[in-house]
């Protein structure tokens, strides 16, 4: 049965008691050895989870059958954070995974009714935003070099401070999602607090957000803004929801099952979280520029317009092969050549996974079965090729034998993300 290599534990990935499982990368070392069994409530075993001490990640192994990498992947993902949180609390060692949707990597298998036996290893990376905006500088610096130095906006003068500054600072400062959209909002609320001081107010916490947002609105261009940005009603409308539907199950507790928790285990909920962090964000620095006297000016920021523009070039070009070659990523490829060293490559099956991506996203994933023809049986490393020329490529934390393997799958994605205000966390 596939194994991973001694670096990755040296277990087998399935066995007659352990069928599914995934590999998370950590933030940081492992500093005591993990061999860490796991139960349900009921006292019954449901996971083993081990790691050897130095080793970057944790190796989850569930009990019984599990049909489909989304259902492995979230079922290892409840398991690792409890396992996580229990040993947090009794000894010394708090530890939290890399980013599940950044810079992450991680490894899952399953079996399938339809595949049998499969294997995938996803990776993300963000493209440097200067590289992005390349294209795009130059023709600004010419147009900016022709314009009359009278006509030049001097450099913005730095506001009167306000306590929402420090709110948004931490926003931006903080690791967490969860943490970071709480001081944001707490920024949002400052903000309508000097528009609308809550204690003068008398009104109870909902009437009196509903009456300052409407108060803050009222602007000239601020609701044209909004609108311009946003698919959900009035900002007032917008801002209730958050405050029902994201702040009180992220501030409290007692929320029971609907409670956000730190370190969030569902894709879903945390792409909504990180959707009204942004909302918060953007509606707060509208407010603060005109409430709060803020100039605000930023060089470059790409719209999603342009991130189709700049990156349609990888769609219906872009290839994935995967790799015998153990040699190092920087002489299994270089600039020109796509396997210079002649190892044994297969190329996979590539697509566009259009349904894995968000706004500004490309992702692409790559299917094949050890059984074809000079498929290698143990891979050490992946390539992407756009039209034929190497593009990127990475190597595996340890070389990954596939014997019993149906199928393998390597997804790769690329992003932009803002470099205004942040919108990646690592949990």
């Known amino acids: 049965m596939a194994t991973m290599g001694n670096s990755l534990g040296g277990l087998p990935m399935c066995d007659e008691r352990y069928r599914s499982g995934a590999v998370f990368w950590m933030s940081e070392p492992l500093s005591t050895p993990w061999d860490l069994n796991m139960q349900d409530e009921s006292g019954r ?37 409890r396992a996580l949180d229990i ?30 036996h499969a294997l995938r290893y996803t990776c993300h990376s963000f493209f440097d935003p200067d590289l ?14 022709g314009i009359p130095p009278e006509r030049i906006a001097p450099r913005a003068a730095p506001p009167p401070w306000h306590p929402s500054f420090r709110y948004f600072r931490a926003a931006q400062c903080s690791d967490d999602l969860a943490n970071s959209f709480r001081n944001m909002y707490l920024a949002l609320e400052s903000v309508l607090d ?7 107010s ?36 917008h801002v209730l929801s958050i405050y029902n539907d994201k702040r009180l199950t992220t501030f409290h507790s007692k929320a029971g099952p609907d409670s956000r928790l730190p370190f969030l285990e569902d894709d879903v909920r945390h792409g909504e979280l990180e959707q009204a962090f942004t909302d918060l964000s953007d509606l707060y620095l509208d407010l603060a520029r005109t409430h709060l006297h803020l100039d605000r000016r930023v060089e470059r920021v790409l719209m999603r317009g342009g991130w189709e523009l700049v990156t349609k070039f990888l769609l219906g070009a872009t290839d994935i092969y995967v ?25 996979m099956h590539t697509r566009n996974a259009a349904k894995m991506e968000g706004p500004f996203d490309r992702i ?64």
């Open 323 to 347: 790799t015998k070659d153990d040699a190092p990523i920087e002489e299994r490829i270089n600039d020109e050549t796509l396997n210079p060293r002649g190892a044994v490559m297969h190329q």
């Open 194 to 200: 000097a528009v609308f001081p809550k204690a003068q």
């Open 45 to 81: 075993p449901i996971a083993h989870i081990g790691g050897a001490v130095g080793s970057p990640h944790l190796v989850v192994r569930l009990r019984g059958s599990v049909d489909g990498f989304a259902a492995a992947r979230w079922a290892c993902l409840h398991v690792v954070q």
């Open 132 to 145: 992005i905006l390349a294209p795009f500088k130059l023709p600004f610096e010419r147009v900016q070099a």
């Open 87 to 116: 040993v947090s609390v009794m000894s010394s060692d708090h530890l939290q995974l890399r980013s599940l949707r950044g810079e992450e990597e991680h490894l899952v298998w399953w079996e399938s009714k339809q595949l049998g």
């Open 364 to 427: 692409f994933i790559g299917k094949s079965s050890p059984a074809d023809a000079g498929h290698p049986l143990t891979i050490h490393g992946w390539t992407v090729a756009v039209n034929n020329e190497p593009f990127t490529g990475g190597t595996f934390e340890a070389p990954l034998h596939l014997d019993g393997v149906d199928q393998v799958q390597v997804v790769v994605g690329y992003s932009y993300r803002r470099p205004d205000l942040r919108v990646t966390f690592k949990s």
């Open 202 to 237: 008398g009104l109870p916490e909902n009437s009196w957000l509903v009456e300052a947002v409407n108060r803050a609105m009222t602007t000239s261009g601020l609701a044209t803004r909004f609108a311009a940005r946003s698919s959900s009603g009035s900002a007032v409308d």
